[in-house]
């Protein structure tokens, strides 16, 4: 069996601020360095095989907090990224629902191949995280793993994992700094955790 430890990154200044982030590098704040101090020193009695992170400053350095307290390293890669929301990036969520082309009010109606100028679609990034899985069942047969990344792709990645549709993603919860588990069987994975943020308590989640 492979267990799959998901990490989200802690805050930055523009999911206080409520913008859309996507590719734009962007990198933990004060509050966010603390929620990963919060998440290493909850993870450090944990044994991981290997620890991956995307490539991005707001989940390396959460991951790389987490890797010090593990005496581990950490593989970055880029296709852990969050999706790529090109116009979309930097902008408020409420400005970016009032416009013509609502993204959020398309994911919530189910349409996973809304067209972003300069960016991704839900299907592109599902392929993304497709051949990331791949990789690490073919890197590791069984074993834990810690993956730390962005909201939408570990949302698209659980529902991978236990075989929901892609639309269901929109119907999960993950907070910042927030862990879940997955475990991989031959002919399913099974949810075991999910949005855990118990090592944050007194501390509101002021971002979705």
Same mark, same amino acid.
């Given at each position: 069996m492979l267990r799959l430890l998901l990490a989200r990154h802690g805050e930055t200044d523009w999911n206080r #601020? @409520?913008?859309?982030? &996507?590719?734009?590098?962007?990198?933990? =704040?004060?509050? /966010?360095? #603390?929620? %990963?101090?919060?998440? *290493?020193?909850? +993870?450090r009695s944990e044994r991981v095989d290997a620890l991956y992170s995307s490539d991005l400053k707001r %989940?390396?350095?959460? %991951?790389?907090?987490? *890797?010090?307290?593990?005496?581990?390293?950490?593989?970055?890669?880029? $296709?852990?990224? #969050?999706?790529n929301l090109g116009y979309y990036e930097g902008k408020h969520f409420r400005g970016a629902k009032d416009e013509g082309r609502p993204l959020e009010s398309a994911w919530e109606a189910g349409n996973m191949d809304f067209?972003?100028? /300069? @960016?991704?679609?839900?299907?592109?990034?599902q392929a993304r995280v497709a051949v990331f899985i791949s990789t690490l069942k073919e890197r590791h047969g069984d074993g834990t793993l810690l993956?730390?990344?962005? &909201? /939408?792709?570990?949302?698209?990645?659980i529902c991978h994992l236990v075989g929901l549709e892609l639309k269901c993603? !929109?119907? +999960?919860?993950? $907070?910042g700094a927030s862990l879940s588990a997955v475990d991989i069987y031959p002919n399913r994975g099974v949810l075991?955790?999910?949005?855990?943020?118990?090592?944050?308590? =007194?501390?509101?989640?002021? !971002? %979705?």
């Open positions: #601020e @409520g913008k859309y982030h &996507g590719h734009t590098d962007i990198d933990l =704040n004060e509050v /966010g360095l #603390e929620q %990963a101090e919060r998440l *290493a020193q909850r +993870l %989940a390396l350095h959460t %991951a790389q907090r987490i *890797a010090s307290v593990m005496n581990t390293k950490v593989v970055s890669t880029k $296709e852990l990224r #969050e999706i067209p972003i100028p /300069g @960016g991704e679609t839900l299907y592109q990034l993956v730390v990344s962005h &909201g /939408g792709v570990l949302r698209v990645m993603w !929109w119907n +999960l919860r993950l $907070e075991r955790l999910l949005n855990d943020r118990c090592h944050l308590r =007194n501390q509101e989640s002021v !971002w %979705a």
